[in-house]
């Protein structure tokens, strides 16, 4: 049964970063694409970032993160990172891992305020 934990969010400042871990548990977690969403109150869930499975370190971004976030991944520790910098207050959202396309987690708060 596959499980996926995320942590790390909290409250940043406006142009603050944060760094989000999922750590999965119960699957062979290097064969599967990694990737973040995000949910802000109202809205629809939204792709944030991706990454390929195994050792490639292909990654795809969302437009409205781009150049701002880094998503990286540890095979080792069964973990996918989401680092976030140059925050701005539209990034406050619920955000979500993703595993494979078809597990979440249940996500993590970010909010970013002054």
């Known amino acids: 049964q596959v499980q996926l934990v995320e942590s790390g969010g909290g409250l940043a400042q406006p142009g603050g970063s944060l760094t989000l871990s999922c750590a999965a548990s119960g699957s062979e977690f290097s064969i599967y694409a990694m990737a973040w969403y995000r949910q802000a109150p109202g809205k629809e869930r939204e792709f944030v970032a991706r990454?390929?499975?195994?050792?490639?370190?292909?990654?795809l971004y969302g437009d409205s993160v781009r150049g701002r976030f880094t998503i990286s991944r540890d095979n080792a520790k069964n973990t996918v990172y989401l680092q976030m910098n140059s925050l701005k207050p539209e990034d406050t959202a619920v955000y979500f891992c993703?595993?494979?396309?078809?597990?979440w987690g249940q996500g993590t708060q970010v909010t970013v305020s002054s």
């Open positions: 990454i390929s499975h195994g050792n490639s370190g292909r990654t």
């Open positions: 993703n595993m494979g396309g078809s597990f």
